[in-house]
């Protein structure tokens, strides 16, 4: 089994930074993606960023330029650091692991943006 544990959410006014820690948990293996996804009220669940466990990351169009997502391996940890955060950026955001034998997700952190 993996578990996944995100943190870090919060408000934050439009402009504002805010990280993200995800830490998994359990029967960890290489190779493997952890990647944050996001839904907002009324909204499907969409994928913000992933990275492998090679360094490889991606991003979506809407999050481009204002967030980098990186990766401890030794920590089994994923980071998000969001900058110029955007009211459209609300959502709560879910973190999310995977391998061959795993598809795990977490509970979810709510970020909430002011504008």
């Known amino acids: 089994q993996v578990q996944v544990v995100e943190s870090g959410g919060g408000l934050v006014q439009s402009g504002g930074s805010l990280r993200l820690s995800c830490v998994a948990s359990g029967t960890i293996s290489s190779p493997s993606t952890m990647g944050w996804h996001r839904q907002a009220p009324g909204k499907e669940r969409e994928l913000v960023a992933y990275?492998?466990?090679?360094?490889?990351?991606n991003y979506a169009e809407s999050v481009k330029g204002r967030f980098t997502i990186s990766g401890d391996n030794a920590k089994n940890t994923v980071y998000l650091q969001m900058n110029n955060l955007k009211p459209e950026d609300t959502a709560v955001y879910y973190c999310?692991?995977?391998?061959?034998?795993?598809?795990?997700w977490g509970q979810g952190t709510q970020v909430t943006v002011s504008s």
């Open positions: 990275i492998t466990s090679v360094g490889i990351a």
């Open positions: 999310n692991y995977r391998n061959a034998w795993h598809n795990t």
